[in-house]
């Protein structure tokens, strides 16, 4: 898959550009599309706005603290220093 940077002084044109993109090249399974949003209120005006010309079910969000934390929990369950005998 190719990266892509959209830059532009919109930010709905470029999420529209990006909503997009997405769109054509992920497959219509539960949530193909990964969206990383800076807060929760982006986050929800994101998903409501995929929601209105996508499926709804084909976006996945979440806010870069979220994922962050999950990525911690993850590497935490994967690496213990003191593992049970």
């Given at each position: 898959?190719?990266?892509?940077?959209?830059?532009?002084?919109?930010?709905?044109?470029?999420?529209?550009?990006?909503?997009?993109?997405?769109?054509?090249?992920?497959?219509?399974?539960?949530g193909s599309?990964?969206?990383?949003?800076?807060?929760?209120?982006?986050?929800?005006?994101?998903?409501?706005?995929?929601?209105?010309?996508?499926?709804?079910?084909?976006?996945?969000?979440?806010?870069?603290?979220?994922?962050?934390?999950?990525?911690?929990?993850?590497?935490?369950?994967?690496?213990?220093p003191f593992?049970a005998n």
């Amino acid at each position: 898959m190719d990266s892509t940077l959209l830059t532009g002084p919109k930010h709905a044109d470029l999420e529209r550009k990006a909503f997009e993109k997405a769109a054509n090249i992920a497959d219509d399974s539960l949530g193909s599309v990964l969206l990383i949003a800076r807060n929760d209120a982006r986050r929800s005006e994101a998903k409501g706005r995929w929601a209105e010309a996508h499926k709804p079910l084909c976006l996945h969000a979440e806010t870069m603290m979220r994922s962050f934390e999950s990525g911690m929990k993850s590497s935490i369950h994967q690496f213990n220093p003191f593992p049970a005998n």
